[in-house]
């Protein structure tokens, strides 16, 4: 089946047998690696991209199912240099082996499109899925809670 999407604001299009997850589709035919998999389970959050405007898991997504959708990676959320959640994680040192940052930037730049100034539970809630098995979260969420303007 021959897929079309637009992908990071440009028109694209791949084939499926129908089996293929999103996540996988995203890295192995349209070059864009950024969103990790790992659980596969839709557990971990590093998979997380931007579909039709709404936070999912594209590990879950069947790739068969985005024909006609509007997808965002965080390569995309990247594009015109670092995006306000890149730089505010940067800042304050939250990457360490860097392999679930990917799934937090777009799951906070996606909290900050709907409440652009969170408060610290808000921003907790809203990563509640996304797992750092580095145990970074206190950088991270520093990081978030100064880009909020939260103390
Ligand atoms: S790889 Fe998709 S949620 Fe973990
Ligand atoms: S920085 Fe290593 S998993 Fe989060």
Do not use: W
């Not at 997850?21 to 839709?42: H, I, N, R, T, W």
């Not at 790739?63 to 015109?80: F, H, K, M, P, Q």
């Amino acid at each position: 089946m021959r897929i079309h999407a637009e992908v990071n604001g440009e028109a694209r299009e791949f084939e499926t047998k129908g089996s293929e997850s999103l996540l996988f589709v995203l890295a192995d035919q349209l070059g864009l690696p950024g969103a990790k998999g790992a659980c596969e389970q839709g557990e971990c959050g590093s998979c997380s991209v931007m579909l039709d405007g709404r936070l999912v898991c594209s590990c879950l997504v069947m790739a068969v199912d985005v024909d006609g959708s509007e997808i965002v990676t965080v390569e995309g959320l990247g594009r015109s240099g670092l995006h306000p959640v890149q730089k505010a994680l940067v800042d304050s040192g939250a990457v360490q082996c860097g392999f679930c940052t990917p799934g937090f930037v777009v799951a906070a730049a996606a909290l900050l499109d709907e409440n652009p100034v969170p408060s610290s539970d808000e921003i907790r809630e809203a990563l509640s899925g996304n797992i750092c098995r580095c145990t970074g979260y206190g950088a991270i969420l520093r990081g978030l809670d100064s880009l909020a303007g939260n103390r």
